[in-house]
């Protein structure tokens, strides 16, 4: 039993940092109330003392097998459904309890198990990508019922992530899950492609663009993975003079750059070193100079120039909306996700 407790205290110590212990402290009974779910260790004073500093244990019924479990390891997949029912400030959703006061879920209790296994090593890595977590099935032939097991419960990626990925148009920022902001700034501030390995280095980025005054909506947004966003541009193509005289026989190079891009996940992102970075909807090709003017399918086009284009005019887009460099009126922003 010492051991346990033992084992328990450190695991506290291991989860929560030192400073978030008060705050967990109040709410807890705040987020019970709400729940009706049953305390199963009142009477025991040190599990009490141990509810009390971090997370609190929650008794289930899993198709009439009792489990028990911390709310931590139910909530270890952030946004999914099944973290949103635990989650300590929620108090929409009304559990099914049985008699004994433990939440019910009618499941095969040898699945709930096998996932609560896959949940407690979740909680314990430190950063899980959300959208490469993947459960796996008890059986290889359980593995239809398993996964209808999930989708009750949101823990797929797409309910817990969205969108995954794509181009799109009008995209409601409340429909956002799972994405967090790392970059906001108007048109009129020069873009600099640090960002992306500074604030912004999630191994997914949300790339959006909106007016300044419509906070509820982007425009146009793309979702792309790290290795795909910067696919380059075709380099300069230049020519020997062949009119000028021998003497003096230079390169002439075009000033625009010829995008090829190839479509990752619906997006075709592109990009020239110090000049130019954006995207298209699929596989297109089409010249940047210093950013991309094409009619195209335009609301689906986005193109920043860098700071070092500035002076020559960016010719930055967000759809259809073009040359807006120099416009506090429209805003770009990025999320990301690990
Ligand atoms: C704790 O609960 C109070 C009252 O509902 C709320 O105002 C506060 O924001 C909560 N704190 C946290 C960290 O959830
Ligand atoms: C999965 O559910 C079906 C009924 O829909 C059942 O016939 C089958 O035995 C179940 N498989 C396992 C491995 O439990
Ligand atoms: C997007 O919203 C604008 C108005 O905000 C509207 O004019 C446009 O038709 C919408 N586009 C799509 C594809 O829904
Ligand atoms: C992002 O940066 C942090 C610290 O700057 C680093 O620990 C992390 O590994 C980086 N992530 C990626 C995906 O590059
Ligand atoms: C881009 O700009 C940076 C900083 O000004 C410079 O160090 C780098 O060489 C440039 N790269 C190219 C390909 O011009």
Not at 52 to 58: R, T
Not at 93 to 113: C, E, H, M, R, S
Not at 221 to 241: M, V
Request: charged share 20%; net charge positive; proline share 4%.
């Amino acid at each position: 039993m010492m051991l346990y407790i033992l084992l328990i205290i450190g695991l506290v110590i291991y989860e929560y940092p030192i400073f978030a212990y008060r705050v967990i402290l109040k709410n807890i009974t705040h987020g019970e109330d709400n729940f009706a779910i049953k305390k199963s260790i009142n009477n025991d004073r040190h599990m009490k003392k141990y509810e009390s500093l971090s997370d609190d244990i929650i008794e289930l019924n899993i198709g009439g097998q009792k489990m028990s479990t911390l709310r931590s390891t139910l909530t270890a997949v952030p946004n999914s459904k099944l973290s949103l029912m635990f989650s300590k400030d929620n108090s929409k959703t009304i559990l099914p309890i049985d008699k004994q006061g433990a939440v019910f879920f009618d499941y095969n209790p040898i699945y709930f198990n096998y996932l609560l296994d896959q949940l407690r090593t979740i909680k314990r890595m430190s950063k899980a990508s959300g959208y490469q977590l993947q459960f796996s099935p008890p059986f290889i032939n359980s593995h239809m019922n398993f996964t209808h097991m999930l989708v009750d419960l949101g823990l797929t990626p797409d309910y817990f992530l969205s969108p995954m990925e794509g181009t799109h148009i009008n995209l409601t920022v409340s429909s956002l899950a799972g994405w967090q902001e790392c970059y906001r700034s108007t048109y009129a501030v020069p873009f600099d492609l640090s960002v992306l390995t500074k604030a912004c280095n999630g191994s997914r980025l949300l790339v959006a663009c909106r007016p300044v005054n419509h906070k509820k909506m982007f425009t146009l947004a793309a979702i792309g993975e790290r290795e795909d966003i910067l696919h380059p541009c075709l380099p300069k193509q230049c020519k020997i003079n062949t009119k000028s005289k021998k003497k003096n026989m230079k390169l002439i190079c075009s000033s625009r750059y010829q995008c090829i891009t190839q479509a990752k996940r619906g997006v075709g992102w592109y990009h020239v070193n110090n000049q130019t970075w954006g995207f298209v909807r699929g596989s297109l090709s089409f010249v940047v100079n210093p950013c991309d003017a094409s009619n195209l399918d335009s609301d689906y086009r986005l193109c920043w120039s860098s700071q070092l284009e500035r002076k020559q005019g960016g010719g930055d887009r967000c759809g259809s909306a073009k040359n807006l460099q120099n416009s506090n009126k429209w805003e770009r922003l990025i999320y990301y996700i690990n």
